[in-house]
């Protein structure tokens, strides 16, 4: 089974289904109308305008899923495209608004449409993760630069022996002009440890210079 969309009468592989949806229609006035008058104009609208949807995606359905809103839920399908080589992700019916006969919707993919879409998964996988590595370098790169270290692994040593006092130390190797001796001397200490490539001590600062640091 493909997904289902509206379309218009003459778009290719268009499916009429009208006679099956026109009791859903509300028309203009038809509180008014007698059940011989309300039939007469949902046979002309069958025959004028109608409702018409086409299939799309045949055999390339991967998954479905609905993202449930506060007030509404969207419906969605992961797909292969065959025209891109790609997964994408489809929203093909809504509570939003009025589309039920857009609703049926099953998983068909076969065995080796599946295979193309696991091995682009993982290939974007990959490049996510290069892509985050050198975005990660980049920063560090840049904090580097700011603390006056020499080389951008230094800050990564510090990241690791600080963990989330690593704000803390920023703030003090960033300082170029120091007014207190004191945080002057524990600059100095730190950089002292983060260039040594086997520092004696597991963290550059001492618990009681850590508290007085924040």
């Known amino acids: 089974m493909a997904l289902r969309r509206f379309c218009k009468k003459h778009d290719e592989g268009a499916i009429d289904i009208s006679k099956n949806w026109v009791s859903s229609i509300r028309f203009e006035g038809q509180e008014n109308m007698t059940k011989e008058e309300l039939e007469i104009v949902r046979n002309i609208w069958c025959k004028t305008e109608g409702m018409y949807i086409q299939r799309y995606y045949e055999n390339r359905v991967l998954s479905l899923g609905e993202h449930n809103g506060y007030h509404d839920s969207d419906f969605y399908a992961m797909v292969w495209d065959d ?3 790609s997964v994408k992700k489809v929203v093909f019916a809504s509570t939003r608004g009025w589309c039920y006969p857009c609703y049926p919707a099953e998983v068909d ?4 449409i599946r295979k193309k879409a696991e091995e682009y998964t993982r290939k974007q996988n990959r490049h996510y993760k290069a892509y985050c590595l050198w975005e990660d370098r980049k920063e560090d790169i840049k904090l580097a630069r700011t603390m006056q270290l020499k080389h951008y692994n230094l800050v990564r040593k510090l990241k690791k022996a600080s963990g989330d006092r ?4 920023f703030s ?13 001397s524990m600059a100095q200490q730190v950089r002292s440890w983060v260039n040594d490539p086997a520092p004696k001590y597991d963290s550059p600062l001492s ?8």
């Open 166 to 169: 690593f704000d803390s130390i």
């Open 207 to 214: 618990w009681k210079q850590w508290k007085y640091l924040y």
């Open 83 to 85: 025209e891109t080589e």
């Open 109 to 112: 993919a076969p065995e080796d």
């Open 172 to 184: 003090l190797l960033k300082v170029k002009k120091f007014r207190s001796e004191f945080r002057k």
